[in-house]
């Protein structure tokens, strides 16, 4: 069994602000460290009910946080930037399952440092006039491939997320949102052993859980936190301006959505 891991870092417990998450906090490295054991769990568990290949994606900002050393000896790791498809990159039918560690809710929802792709430049993100976050378009693009999102692990919030999409999802809460930067968090111990458990439960009964996919056509909305950021996205020629925050576009395959939705995010963190 071939196992996929997503690992982002606002959803891991005692990380709650961003001087753990940015690349030049004074706490990173710390919070660096409780993300690689998180996803050690996870590693673990997936070896202990017999998975034969974990390949691990780290997906947070620079996509170069996971201590490599540390890592499970048994696993791979995909580190660095950019990549195609981002916090999905190495994503493929030959996995028959994908699990989501440290993930957390959509910009503008309650839930710990909550926010879509980039804190400072996304508002929203809709698909078919559906809103996603993070957790949704990353299963999404799982989906395509006919891979199930089995497991997830975050505040409570973020996984009331992901049941709105998945609504069988195994899940571990290692933290308990209080605002956006204020938690209520499982000792690190603790919420390794849950993620460990969480997660050969949910390998165990991966079947019991379809791959998450929507209907094509597509029609993608972009909403902006300033018109800037649409200015100098409306440039691309594939893009409509609906909304002076807003560009549109259309696409039959999910993951050209993807893709544009980053490359326009991308472009968008140009703008002066
Ligand atoms: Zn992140």
Redesign the pocket.
């Known amino acids: 069994m071939n196992i996929y891991i997503s690992a ?3 959803g891991v417990s005692g990380v709650v602000h961003s001087e753990h ?1 940015s690349r030049d906090g004074k706490e990173h490295d710390y919070a660096r460290l409780l993300m690689t054991e998180e996803v050690n769990a996870c590693i673990v568990g997936a070896l202990e009910v017999g998975a034969k290949r974990v390949v691990v994606n780290d ?3 620079t996509m170069r946080n996971i201590y490599h050393e540390k890592l499970h000896p048994k696993s791979e790791l995909i580190l660095g930037s950019p990549k195609k498809l981002a916090m999905m990159e190495g994503i493929s039918s030959e996995f028959d399952a994908a699990l989501f560690i ?1 993930y ?1 809710t959509k910009m503008g929802q309650n839930g710990i440092l909550n926010h879509t792709f980039n804190g400072k430049i996304v508002k929203s993100i809709e698909i078919n006039g559906i809103e996603f976050g993070e957790f949704g378009l990353n299963a999404l693009v799982a989906g395509y491939f006919n891979v199930p999102v089995i497991f997830v692990s975050g505040c409570n919030l973020a996984i009331k997320e992901a049941e709105e999409c998945i609504p069988n999802i195994n899940h571990s809460i290692v933290k308990q949102t209080i605002n956006r930067t204020t938690a209520l968090n499982l000792h690190p111990v603790e919420a390794r052993e849950l993620i460990k458990e969480g997660t050969k439960k949910a390998i165990l009964h991966y079947e019991q859980i379809k791959p998450f996919s929507i209907e094509p056509p597509y029609t993608v909305k972009v909403e902006f936190l300033h018109t800037g950021l649409a200015d100098v996205v409306e440039i691309l020629p594939f893009v409509k301006r609906i909304e002076p925050l807003t560009i549109s576009f259309n696409s039959n395959d999910i993951i050209e959505c993807y893709r544009l939705i980053r490359s326009s995010i991308m472009l968008g963190g140009s703008a002066g």
Do not use: K, L, R
């Open positions: 982002d870092i606002e998450t997906s947070h900002g440290g957390h």
